[in-house]
């Protein structure tokens, strides 16, 4: 079969696996997605209706991406992959309950609060029960409701449990939780945990549900397996059914989001659930090299608890990994600023990405690379969905058809400025409180407000969205978004301050339109565009016209680049300080972390730290301690690059710190806690420069062979008294001072 001929061996095989349970187990660059949409393509080949196959991912634009190659693959048979349902885990949830909602009590039309809503929805909360954003800071108080609901914890057992603890502070926040839903459940809404939720309960206690759907579905897919949460791996089990034709595909080192529910080891858990369960090794990688994909390799080997896999290139074995050891953050951003301007003068057509561990690290870059007048993205700023001009438009459609919604009426209440203040709306919480009604059936009561300025503005808003509601029920999406521009002077008002500003908002309003006019053409509702508005990630947003990307580990999964400077590896960075005192589990994903950063590089890869890095809340700069994951790469695998002012690609042999691979290796070995002394600190004292524990601290000095450079740690005392020193080329030494012969600088 022609189909097939594309293939390596054990792609092939995966591909032709298609009864029962299948696990495969794919390494970073091997073909995984490849493997789904062959897949695909060779089931429908075979007779089974496209309609009869769920292939599920994480992301819109891997999804995008993946219908799209299947349908590339059966167009030269004639075939049809239309029906294919190829979407996230959330989008397809969102349908499944569109479809089924009137089991669940709720209307077809129910909105989906995305991030910035369930943040106003817990404004709300604090608002009614009196409490103080500063001390229940609605993000983190969302984080704890998404742990909670994820967790099966209702806000009764969350108040049962507080009061078990006596902790006052869980007791609010069980509170809060309740508020939070009950404001929901009044909106007809339900949040990105809820879509989850629902669908596996639905399925759970709806036998008849789950026929229906089980009945539907012959062959399930799902892509990044090792990223699902619980409810996601009960969703994907139900809806197999008895066929359990389920394939899974997935990569066990780069599971790194515990932080939003996935579960560590869910692939070998997978084997436990199906023991005949076949397991499929894909290990042929067409991405990076062979020294990239070892060094990696012999880094997340340190990680326990893996099926395991040895990934081979097709591309060869390539160079060794550089790494360069900066005085200091700008240091480091110049350096990586200088090899990228080499790099895109050399190939205008490369793609090299900086990647990091937190966003706060993209400015040093960002600050550099403009002075070079390099083109860069940041990933994981805002996408068009996210913008407010966007957002409020969105947010009078959904007004339209559920004015209950207080979220989206608090939004376009006043905007734009119709005269209605904070204190209006303060005494309209305060009478839907004591109501126990929505903000919408208090304005259409207004008349409780004294101030004919008040009651005149909420008249004439409620007559607004009473008009519209008229006015909009047969309209097309793009015609319904316009009238809602037009009528309410939204757009008229927004290109006002455009010119003001010089910005351009309103060619992002018209954009909302055309992109409402494309969706009808491809036959979307108008539920099918808000549910993508809502559903829109960051990961969705990489360019890849623009030759730099600047983005945090976590962004760059699934993404691959001609050069990758993985900057910031050091102790508390990378691994992150949250990782350190809590526990093996947690440094294990940091780890993951950076083996995902490893393996995005195709020919280049550079590794970096900054020497000194300023921390919040303190004035001097700190000696930092090189990563423990650099002390797991072999020796042979890396060398040392040498400043920026050297020729791009020079450098030396790397040799590590002995001292440093020694104190790692023992405290590898005793499971040492980091900060109990010892160990890590023995590579870079960190003590503050300047401090008064040691004059030398901070004191420029030359060496014959290295140059100049900064001593940043003293040991010992006397005629055996040892420096570190950092040196801009060759990084930092260890040296005995009365041998040294240092001069001051």
């Given at each position: 079969?022609?189909?097939?001929?594309?293939?390596?061996?054990?792609?092939?095989?995966?591909?032709?696996?298609?009864?029962?349970?299948?696990?495969?187990?794919?390494?970073?660059?091997?073909?995984?997605?490849?493997?789904?949409?062959?897949?695909?393509?060779?089931?429908?080949?075979?007779?089974?209706?496209?309609?009869?196959?769920?292939?599920?991912?994480?992301?819109?634009?891997?999804?995008?991406?993946?219908?799209?190659?299947?349908?590339?693959?059966?167009?030269?048979?004639?075939?049809?992959?239309?029906?294919?349902?190829?979407?996230?885990?959330?989008?397809?949830?969102?349908?499944?309950?569109?479809?089924?909602?009137?089991?669940?009590?709720?209307?077809?039309?129910?909105?989906?609060?995305?991030?910035?809503?369930?943040?106003?929805?817990?404004?709300?909360?604090l608002a009614a029960l009196d409490l103080s954003a500063e001390d229940y800071p609605p993000r983190a108080v969302r984080a704890q409701i998404s742990h909670a609901k994820n967790h099966g914890i209702t806000p009764d057992d969350m108040a049962a449990n507080a009061a078990e603890m006596r902790?006052?502070?869980?007791?609010?926040?069980?509170?809060?939780?309740?508020?939070?839903?009950?404001?929901?459940?009044?909106?007809?809404?339900?949040?990105?945990?809820?879509?989850?939720?629902?669908?596996?309960?639905?399925?759970?206690?709806?036998?008849?549900?789950?026929?229906?759907?089980?009945?539907?579905?012959?062959?399930?897919?799902?892509?990044?397996?090792?990223?699902?949460?619980?409810?996601?791996?009960?969703?994907?089990?139900?809806?197999?059914?008895?066929?359990?034709?389920?394939?899974?595909?997935?990569?066990?080192?780069?599971?790194?989001?515990?932080?939003?529910?996935?579960?560590?080891?869910?692939?070998?858990?997978?084997?436990?659930?199906?023991?005949?369960?076949?397991?499929?090794?894909?290990?042929?990688?067409?991405?990076?090299?062979?020294?990239?994909?070892?060094?990696?390799?012999?880094?997340?080997?340190?990680?326990?608890?893996?099926?395991?896999?040895?990934?081979?290139?097709?591309?060869?074995?390539?160079?060794?990994?550089?790494?360069?050891?900066?005085?200091?953050?700008?240091?480091?951003?110049?350096?990586?600023?200088?090899?990228?301007?080499?790099?895109?003068?050399?190939?205008?057509?490369?793609?090299?990405?900086?990647?990091?561990?937190?966003?706060?690290?993209?400015?040093?870059?960002?600050?550099?690379?403009?002075?070079?007048?390099?083109?860069?993205?940041?990933?994981?700023?805002?996408?068009?969905?996210?913008?407010?001009?966007?957002?409020?438009?969105?947010?009078?459609?959904?007004?339209?058809?559920?004015?209950?919604?207080?979220?989206?009426?608090?939004?376009?209440?006043?905007?734009?400025?119709?005269?209605?203040?904070?204190?209006?709306?303060?005494?309209?919480?305060?009478?839907?409180?004591?109501?126990?009604?929505?903000?919408?059936?208090?304005?259409?009561?207004?008349?409780?407000?004294?101030?004919?300025?008040?009651?005149?503005?909420?008249?004439?808003?409620?007559?607004?969205?009473?008009?519209?509601?008229?006015?909009?029920?047969?309209?097309?999406?793009?015609?319904?978004?316009?009238?809602?521009?037009?009528?309410?002077?939204?757009?008229?008002?927004?290109?006002q301050q455009d010119n003001l500003e010089h910005t351009s908002r309103g060619e992002n309003l018209r954009e909302l339109a055309n992109a409402m006019a494309e969706a009808t053409e491809q036959g979307q509702t108008l539920e099918d565009v808000l549910d993508a508005a809502a559903l829109a990630?960051?990961?969705?947003?990489?360019?890849?016209?623009?030759?730099?990307?600047?983005?945090?580990?976590?962004?760059?999964?699934?993404?691959?680049?001609?050069?990758?400077?993985?900057?910031?590896?050091?102790?508390?960075?990378?691994?992150?300080?949250?990782?350190?005192?809590?526990?093996?589990?947690?440094?294990?994903?940091?780890?993951?972390?950076?083996?995902?950063?490893?393996?995005?590089?195709?020919?280049?890869?550079?590794?970096?730290?900054?020497?000194?890095?300023?921390?919040?809340?303190?004035?001097?700069?700190?000696?930092?301690?090189?990563?423990?994951?650099?002390?797991?790469?072999?020796?042979?695998?890396?060398?040392?690059?040498?400043?920026?002012?050297?020729?791009?690609?020079?450098?030396?042999?790397?040799?590590?710190?002995?001292?440093?691979?020694?104190?790692?290796?023992?405290?590898?070995?005793?499971?040492?806690?980091?900060?109990?002394?010892?160990?890590?600190?023995?590579?870079?004292?960190?003590?503050?420069?300047?401090?008064?524990?040691?004059?030398?601290?901070?004191?420029?000095?030359?060496?014959?062979?290295?140059?100049?450079?900064?001593?940043?740690?003293?040991?010992?005392?006397?005629?055996?008294?040892?420096?570190?020193?950092?040196?801009?080329?060759?990084?930092?030494?260890?040296?005995?001072?009365?041998?040294?012969?240092?001069?001051?600088?």
């Amino acid at each position: 079969m022609a189909l097939l001929d594309k293939l390596n061996e054990a792609q092939r095989e995966a591909v032709l696996t298609t009864e029962g349970p299948l696990l495969v187990l794919a390494g970073a660059g091997t073909g995984k997605t490849r493997v789904i949409t062959y897949r695909v393509a060779h089931l429908i080949e075979l007779g089974v209706p496209s309609f009869a196959i769920l292939a599920v991912t994480f992301t819109n634009k891997a999804a995008g991406v993946m219908k799209e190659r299947i349908s590339e693959l059966l167009r030269a048979s004639g075939r049809d992959a239309a029906d294919v349902w190829v979407s996230t885990f959330h989008s397809f949830c969102a349908r499944l309950l569109r479809r089924e909602a009137s089991h669940l009590g709720l209307p077809r039309d129910f909105a989906i609060y995305d991030d910035d809503d369930q943040n106003a929805a817990i404004k709300r909360a604090l608002a009614a029960l009196d409490l103080s954003a500063e001390d229940y800071p609605p993000r983190a108080v969302r984080a704890q409701i998404s742990h909670a609901k994820n967790h099966g914890i209702t806000p009764d057992d969350m108040a049962a449990n507080a009061a078990e603890m006596r902790d006052e502070e869980r007791k609010d926040v069980a509170k809060l939780f309740r508020a939070y839903a009950d404001i929901l459940r009044k909106a007809a809404a339900l949040d990105f945990d809820d879509l989850l939720l629902k669908a596996v309960d639905l399925l759970r206690d709806s036998p008849e549900v789950r026929a229906r759907w089980n009945s539907r579905f012959h062959y399930i897919m799902v892509d990044e397996f090792q990223d699902t949460n619980r409810s996601q791996e009960d969703l994907i089990r139900m809806l197999g059914g008895e066929r359990r034709n389920i394939c899974i595909v997935g990569d066990e080192d780069q599971s790194i989001y515990s932080w939003r529910g996935a579960r560590a080891g869910n692939l070998k858990r997978f084997t436990e659930d199906f023991p005949d369960a076949k397991v499929i090794r894909l290990e042929e990688n067409y991405r990076s090299t062979q020294i990239i994909l070892d060094a990696a390799a012999a880094v997340v080997k340190n990680n326990s608890g893996r099926l395991g896999k040895t990934l081979q290139a097709t591309l060869g074995e390539g160079n060794r990994l550089r790494y360069y050891e900066a005085p200091d953050v700008p240091a480091e951003a110049e350096y990586i600023g200088a090899q990228i301007s080499a790099q895109v003068r050399n190939d205008p057509d490369a793609r090299l990405a900086v990647l990091y561990r937190t966003g706060a690290q993209s400015r040093s870059f960002e600050e550099v690379l403009r002075r070079l007048n390099i083109r860069y993205r940041v990933v994981g700023g805002f996408s068009f969905y996210e913008r407010a001009e966007v957002r409020n438009a969105l947010a009078y459609v959904r007004l339209i058809f559920h004015p209950e919604d207080d979220v989206a009426l608090l939004r376009v209440l006043n905007v734009p400025p119709r005269g209605i203040g904070a204190v209006t709306v303060a005494a309209l919480e305060a009478r839907a409180r004591e109501n126990s009604q929505s903000l919408w059936e208090v304005i259409r009561s207004s008349e409780f407000l004294t101030g004919k300025k008040f009651s005149g503005a909420l008249r004439s808003f409620a007559k607004l969205i009473e008009e519209l509601q008229r006015e909009c029920v047969e309209l097309a999406p793009a015609q319904l978004i316009e009238r809602v521009l037009a009528r309410t002077g939204y757009l008229d008002w927004v290109e006002q301050q455009d010119n003001l500003e010089h910005t351009s908002r309103g060619e992002n309003l018209r954009e909302l339109a055309n992109a409402m006019a494309e969706a009808t053409e491809q036959g979307q509702t108008l539920e099918d565009v808000l549910d993508a508005a809502a559903l829109a990630s960051d990961s969705d947003q990489y360019d890849d016209t623009i030759p730099v990307s600047l983005m945090t580990l976590h962004s760059a999964k699934g993404l691959e680049f001609d050069s990758v400077f993985l900057a910031g590896l050091e102790e508390g960075v990378l691994p992150h300080s949250r990782s350190l005192n809590s526990g093996n589990a947690e440094v294990e994903e940091e780890r993951r972390l950076f083996y995902v950063g490893m393996t995005r590089a195709k020919q280049v890869l550079v590794l970096s730290r900054a020497v000194y890095r300023r921390s919040y809340g303190e004035e001097r700069l700190r000696a930092s301690l090189p990563s423990r994951f650099l002390a797991e790469i072999p020796g042979d695998f890396i060398e040392a690059a040498l400043g920026s002012q050297a020729e791009p690609g020079e450098s030396r042999r790397y040799e590590p710190d002995p001292d440093y691979v020694a104190s790692y290796s023992y405290r590898q070995k005793t499971r040492t806690p980091y900060g109990s002394g010892g160990g890590y600190g023995r590579a870079v004292k960190p003590v503050t420069r300047g401090s008064s524990k040691d004059p030398l601290i901070g004191t420029r000095v030359r060496h014959s062979k290295y140059g100049v450079g900064t001593i940043i740690g003293v040991e010992g005392e006397g005629e055996e008294r040892k420096l570190t020193v950092s040196f801009q080329d060759y990084g930092a030494k260890k040296l005995i001072e009365r041998y040294a012969n240092l001069q001051l600088a």
